[in-house]
Each structure stands twice: as C-alpha cells, then as structure tokens.
C-alpha cells in the first residue's frame, strides 16, 4: 500500500543504510578498490558519469530495455554504477528501490555500499588477491578504459600503503 512505501522511502531517508557488504581488508584489494573507484569517480570528484548516458540507450547486457533507460541507470557513485539491472540488484541487497530513485546511487549514504556490493558482485576480492588487476579492470569497465590512469591511481595507492604497518593476509 501507498502509506507503506511512503513510509519505506522516509525510513530510508532518514536513516543509516545495511552494510551487509564489505571487501573483507587486504592491502591489495584496498590498493585495488581505492584504484578503481578512484578512476571511476574521476579523482572522487564525480558521483554522476559526465557522459549522457545516452550509449546505454538498448544494452540489454545491462538490462537497459526501456526507452531512455541508458541515461536514467547512467553511471553513478564511486564505481559509476551502470544499467537497469545493476541498481535493481544493488537496491535489493541494499534494501533501497534505487530503480525509481536512480539518484539514490550518488547519496553518500549509499555511494560506498554500492561500491562494495559491486565488488562483491563480481568477486574481485579473488582476482585482487590474483594480483589481476587487467581482470579487475575489465569486470569493473567492460574494458580497458582509462587503464594509465587506473595504473597511476594504483601506483600512488601502494606507494603510500609502503610507508604504513597494513597486513596482506
């Protein structure tokens, strides 16, 4: 009923997502992560992609089936999340209807979270612990978009991560 869902989204509003999702800390996986979301957000500065999204428009592959679904499911949050499909799953896992409220995935309170369930989602912490970052890559961007700047973010990540008393175990 109406008054339910109303109550679902001011609960949801108001409050502390689950965090039922965690990358499970090692220095790889974290250099990793940090890499990755930090070439997807363009240097933490963008939660929504600067593209239209337009490219997305018919991508079955990720469940963009309607008219116009590739610039409403564009990438948004840290790990520019993309695709019908993919905010349906996350906003199930996250319990938050992030379909009808697409701009939920850039909320702070759940722009992390999302980055974790993607992460899961694929298994990276796997190929991180793999030391695969090419197949990190590919699973996050479908390609090998912005593979230098990906490099450079890991570089400087692990740089620092050098200087710091942090278990790979």
């Not at 695709?83 to 702070?108: C, F, H, I, M, W």
């Amino acid at each position: 009923n109406q008054t339910n869902r109303t109550k679902k989204v001011q609960d949801i509003q108001t409050s502390t997502p689950p965090q039922p999702h965690k990358i499970n800390l090692k220095k790889t996986r974290l250099s990793y992560f940090l890499a990755q979301i930090g070439h997807e957000s363009g240097g933490f500065r963008y939660s929504l992609e600067l593209a239209s999204g337009e490219a997305y428009n018919n991508r079955k592959d990720l469940g963009n089936i309607y008219p116009g679904d590739g610039p409403r499911f564009k990438g948004r949050g840290w790990i520019q999340l993309t695709g019908r499909t993919n905010y349906s799953n996350a906003g199930k896992q996250l319990e938050v209807d992030l379909v009808s409220n697409p701009e939920l995935a850039r909320d702070p309170r759940y722009n992390s979270a999302i980055a974790c369930w993607f992460w899961n989602s694929r298994n990276l912490n796997f190929h991180s612990d793999r030391k695969d970052f090419e197949k990190v890559t590919r699973l996050i961007n479908g390609g090998l978009n912005g593979w230098q700047d990906r490099l450079n973010h890991l570089q400087r990540i692990e740089a620092i991560f050098q200087t710091m008393a942090f278990p790979d175990t």
